[in-house]
């Protein structure tokens, strides 16, 4: 299988959390061109399960990629750029599925002893595709005894492998606030309760929550990514809306957060005469390495000479998280040498670093395999 032109053929069609339905196409378009003889396909939803059958099997090992793009306008100018009007793959999922075919593709050529389930997940970066899947009989019947995954990281060099035990990734949460006042003429601001101006109010006031409530030895970080309101520049603003997303290392602190949040909207409630209603959205568990697991992988890597480097946690959410809450595993960093980074319209992985991650995951696979 030629992986650039696969990686290139998915980037052009870049599809939203539970839409994946060209990606899922595509992907198994791409399985079935594999030798079929030790693979079994399912699908779920717009995912898809692939079970290679070991030779002599005593365990199964999992290995997940997620599969949905983001709601971004691309910039990079590739001949190659998103097909679809105002989304793009900007967090690596193309590089994520090009891998896993990678590595299928070779299992489906050679597997190894233990059986191997690649996952291909949806809606990744919202609603969350994880938990759902966790709780299919799709997955259930399939359910691997050990689980890992890698996300490209545009920092590091081309191929380097970036990884820790322990915690890896924030506990996330997303955030959504809509405020209802009243309308009305630009001229005669009292008769009227303006939303923009209570939602610019909510917004610089939050800024004290990390700063000032939460104890700077734990980390923590609040960010609006959108503010929306109002109708016309003459016009006060009935309504307004306000989207972001909360990250904090421990579960305790976005426990905290959140009854700060839930402060201040009643204050802006109060103060701007208007009504408040606040969706957490989609939470995400922190993703949590395995000890061991994670070493036997520090130690594959050490051994083999891949480039390796120890790193700290990182305030990124991912429904992975899930996976490892329930089956013992790891996440990676896959370095990519992007000047843009993950969410950028300007996010330009090297795609070198494909070959690289296929030959890293599946040389670990086999050595994972020997071990019982
Ligand atoms: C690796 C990465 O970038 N993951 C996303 C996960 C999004 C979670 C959710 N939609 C949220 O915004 O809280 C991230 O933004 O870290």
Redesign the pocket.
């Known amino acids: 299988m030629d992986l650039i032109e696969t990686r290139r053929a998915l980037h052009r069609i870049p599809e939203l959390g539970f839409n994946e339905v060209k990606t899922q196409s595509l992907l198994l378009n791409k399985i079935r061109q594999m030798p079929q003889e030790h693979l079994e396909i399912k699908t779920w939803r717009t995912g898809i399960l692939v079970k290679v059958t070991g030779t002599n099997p005593v365990k199964t090992i999992g290995y997940r990629c997620d599969i949905d793009g983001l709601p971004i306008y691309e910039e990079t100018g590739y001949s190659f750029q998103s097909e679809h009007e105002g989304q793009m793959h900007a967090?690596g999922h193309d590089f994520h599925m090009t891998i896993a075919l990678g590595i299928l593709d070779k299992l489906s050529h050679q597997p190894v002893k233990d059986n191997v389930v690649v996952i291909f997940q949806p809606a990744?970066?919202?609603p969350?595709g994880a938990r759902p899947m966790l709780e299919s009989e799709a997955f259930k019947a399939w359910r691997p005894d050990v689980i890992f995954a890698l996300?490209i990281a545009p920092e590091y060099p081309t191929g380097m492998v970036a990884v820790k035990k322990g915690l890896l990734?924030a506990n996330?949460?997303?955030l959504f606030i809509d405020l209802k006042g009243k309308g009305g003429h630009a001229a005669y601001p009292h008769l009227a309760n303006d939303m923009v101006v209570a939602a610019s109010a909510f917004v610089t006031q939050i800024q004290s929550i990390v700063a000032r409530r939460i104890n700077p030895l734990d980390s923590a970080v609040i960010t609006i990514g959108k503010i929306s309101g109002g109708t016309k520049q003459n016009i006060i603003a009935e309504e307004a809306r306000i989207e972001g997303?909360?990250?904090a290392l421990d579960p305790k602190t976005m426990a905290d957060i959140k009854k700060h949040i839930e402060s201040h909207v009643a204050g802006i409630e109060a103060s701007y005469q208007c009504e408040a209603s606040i969706d957490y959205?989609?939470?995400?568990y922190q993703v949590y390495n395995e000890h061991k697991l994670t070493e036997s992988f520090i130690n594959f890597c050490k051994e083999n000479n891949f480039p390796l480097t120890i790193c700290s946690e990182a305030?990124?959410?991912?429904?992975f998280g899930y996976f490892l809450k329930e089956i013992p595993g790891f996440m990676f960093w896959l370095g990519v040498d992007s000047e843009a980074g993950?969410?950028a319209a300007k996010l330009m992985p090297h795609e070198e670093a494909i070959g690289h991650a296929v030959d890293i995951v599946s040389g670990f696979i086999r050595y994972q395999s020997r071990q019982v």
């Open positions: 967090c990744e970066e919202g969350g996300h990734f996330t949460s997303e997303t909360i990250r959205g989609a939470n995400y305030m990124t959410g991912e429904d993950l969410h």
